[in-house]
């Protein structure tokens, strides 16, 4: 090898290292993410995630959190499940347009659930909380409260009552309130009547 052979390897190589460098910066940090676009990204770059976060709107006060979609859903909460959901909604004066709904889970990601991943949404979805940053947060289905609230409790044993809920990183509480899903609701209707009366003390809070 010449010198000009040399110094023309020697280029290529310091491009391809500066290449490597930009990438490198490109990738997300999840504490430092500020968009919900942010964080998709970043699941699109870990996971292949090719979804929204957030279904409705972004900058309601309210913020339902599902547990988990089933893979062949087209939204958050679908089928007879996601019409008994609307007509909950409807019920308090409001519908998806009004509301921030997620899934603990994404859509789209219900088949993963190795630990690195688990541990990966988890702060995925307390800064999803952060950047969206709601003033209620109602979470429905007990696999969202284990992985959300870090306990065993059910949603029987948890419904009926406001409670504080700030992430590790929010120092101002959101106020949070289980709310049966709608799955169970089908198959026990005899819960329907706690359902109500949960719905209308959401809408009192909301100013309804």
Known sequence: MNLNEYKIQETKSEINAL??????????DLNSAKTLEELEKYLSENFNFNSKLIEGSINSKILFFFGKCNDIDKKIID???GELFDKMLSSINLDRSKISLASYIPKGLENLD????????QLVNYRLIEIVNPKFIIIM?????????????????????W???????????????????????????????DTWEDLKEIRKQLGG
């Open 163 to 193: 409670f504080d809920f700030n992430t590790p990183n929010d120092f101002t509480p959101k106020k949070c309130r289980v709310l049966y899903e709608p799955e169970i609701l089908i198959n026990n209707k005899e819960l329907k009547k």
């Open 79 to 81: 089928g007879n499940a």
């Open 141 to 161: 289905s007990n696999f969202c409260i284990k992985m959300l609230l870090a306990t065993d409790l059910s949603s029987m044993s948890l419904r009926g009552k």
């Open 19 to 28: 290449v490597t460098q930009k990438n490198i910066s490109l990738k997300i």
């Open 114 to 121: 190795d630990d690195e991943f688990l541990n990966k949404v």
